[in-house]
C-alpha cells in the first residue's frame, strides 16, 4: 500500500496521512450511537450510507483526549479487517508525496505504534503516515467489537427477512 497520494488531517498538534485508495468519504461528526463498557477509544457507532460502521477517536488513542471542535471530522476508512470511522480534528488536503520524502520509521517495531509506517519529511512539515488495518488491529479489544458488529448485522437482516 502506498501514500503516494494521501488524505492529511490532523490529530492534537500533529499531521498524520493515510493512503487515498483507503478514504471511503470525509464527513462531518454526526449522530453517533454509544455503546456502554466498551474501550473508550470507541465512541460508538454511526451509519453511513447505510452501511453500521464502529467510530474510533485518534485523539484519544494517541493522547488520551476527545477531538473536539468545529472542525473535527469522521474518516471513513476501508479496510479488508472492517470499514470504520475514525474520528480527527481536522481533514486538511489531498497530498502528493514524491517516494523520495517518505522514510520508514523505526516505530514500527514498536507494538503500540505498529500503524505508524512512514514519515512525510517535507521542507516545512512532517507528516506521519498511518497504515489503517494495523490501527484497527493494534487497538485491543478491536474483535470483540468486531465480533458485535457482525452480530448486529445479521440481527438486522434476520429482521429484514
Given at each position: ?10 490529530c ?7 493512503p ?5 468519504s ?12 466498551l474501550?473508550?477509544?470507541l ?6 450510507r ?14 488520551h ?8 471530522r ?22 502528493d508525496?514524491?517516494p ?5 520509521v523505526?516505530?514500527?517495531n514498536?507494538?503500540?505504534t ?13 507528516i506521519?503516515?498511518?497504515?489503517p488495518?494495523?490501527?484497527v488491529n493494534s ?8 465480533e458485535y ?13
Amino acid at each position: 500500500m502506498g501514500f503516494e497520494k494521501s488524505v492529511v488531517f490532523a490529530c492534537g498538534q500533529e499531521e498524520y496521512a493515510v493512503p487515498v485508495e483507503q478514504v471511503v468519504s470525509i464527513e462531518k461528526l454526526e449522530r453517533i450511537t454509544p455503546i456502554p463498557h466498551l474501550p473508550n477509544y470507541l465512541l460508538g457507532f454511526t451509519r453511513m450510507r447505510g452501511e453500521l460502521i464502529p467510530v474510533i477517536d485518534f485523539q484519544r488513542i494517541l493522547y488520551h483526549q476527545s477531538s473536539q471542535g468545529e472542525q473535527v471530522r469522521i474518516i471513513i476508512l476501508n479496510t479488508d479487517v472492517v470499514n470504520y470511522g475514525l474520528v480527527v480534528t481536522d481533514a486538511r488536503e489531498i497530498l502528493d508525496f514524491d517516494p523520495s520524502v517518505l522514510k520508514q520509521v523505526g516505530l514500527v517495531n514498536y507494538a503500540k505504534t505498529a500503524y505508524f509506517t512512514a514519515v512525510a519529511n517535507l521542507e516545512d512539515r512532517m507528516i506521519t503516515c498511518v497504515d489503517p488495518k494495523i490501527l484497527v488491529n493494534s487497538l485491543e479489544g478491536i474483535r470483540e467489537i468486531i465480533e458485535y458488529l457482525h452480530k448486529m448485522l445479521a440481527d438486522e437482516e434476520n429482521v429484514k427477512a
